[in-house]
């Protein structure tokens, strides 16, 4: 079956010809706008007998779709450590909401918290679930060969800055790869709230009615604890010079 994406020509038995404009992975529902029609008609995948341009049936699939790219990301990224591209890496964290994760890419030196920011290295599950495309060209579904040449085509100047070896980094994201794909991926955000990150490497599911994770506990990525060491140390200080919190560093200053 050939994937749906906004733009894509089907045909329907009533209308004739027409053009996606949405797709909604959640629910199995697209709306699609025929001929001069000003209104889009909402379609069900599941009932309402969807064709492609070529006369195929568009089903809904009834298993549950990915509600971010953060899994094809992940496989993606490993295939380009392998090819000695090593100095890519993938910042993951929730939107405010909870309802999401954000993604980001980014290469040259490992820096989390001052990280290099590139048009089209980013991203939100938000805009995923009614668009399932990374940015780059690629189509919906994509193989993980077929993303790193769209990523390729995209931007060849961001991804030559990935040259280049992090054994270190490249050794746990493989690690990391074999214990979540393809049902789950990692954040690298928490509540803070409740002080300094968790123990362990917090994991999401990539899709609904999946199973918590229940695998081993896995680490933080190489030197994610030197950036959170000290955090103990300034709130001791704080105690014992009596510093006012006005005139505390804030958590972005640190």
Same mark, same amino acid.
């Given at each position: ?14 209308? =004739?010809? @027409?053009?996606?404009?949405?797709? !909604?992975?959640?629910? $199995? /529902?697209?709306? &699609? ?89 980013? =991203?939100? @599950?938000?805009?995923?679930?009614? !668009?399932?495309?990374? $940015? /780059?060209?690629? &189509? ?101 010079? $009596?510093?006012?919190? &006005? ?8």
């Amino acid at each position: 079956m050939k994937p749906v994406a906004p733009g894509t020509v089907i045909f329907h038995r009533y209308r =004739g010809y @027409g053009v996606v404009t949405s797709v !909604n992975l959640m629910t $199995g /529902w697209i709306s &699609a706008r025929f001929g001069d029609e000003g209104r889009t008609l909402d379609l069900n995948l599941s009932c309402d007998q969807v064709q492609d341009a070529d006369g195929n049936p568009i089903r809904f699939r009834r298993s549950a779709p990915d509600r971010m790219p953060h899994g094809r990301l992940m496989a993606m990224m490993r295939q380009l450590h392998k090819a000695g591209y090593q100095r890519l890496y993938l910042y993951s964290w929730p939107k405010p909401s909870g309802m999401h994760w954000r993604w980001h890419m980014f290469t040259g030196p490992r820096q989390w918290m001052q990280r290099s920011w590139r048009e089209g290295w980013y =991203g939100s @599950g938000a805009d995923y679930n009614l !668009n399932p495309v990374i $940015g /780059w060209g690629d &189509a919906p579904a994509a193989s993980t060969s077929n993303l790193i040449s769209s990523l390729a085509k995209f931007d060849p100047q961001g991804l030559a800055q990935a040259l280049g070896r992090d054994e270190d980094h490249t050794k746990w994201f493989a690690h990391i790869c074999d214990a979540l794909l393809p049902n789950y991926a990692f954040s690298l955000g928490w509540d803070q709230r409740n002080g300094s990150p968790p123990p362990h490497l917090p994991i999401i599911a990539l899709r609904n009615k999946v199973p918590p994770y229940a695998g081993p506990p896995l680490p933080w990525p190489p030197g994610w604890s030197r950036l959170w060491s000290s955090v103990p140390r300034i709130a001791q200080q704080k105690l014992i010079t $009596g510093i006012n919190h &006005a005139d505390a560093p804030s958590d972005a200053e640190r």
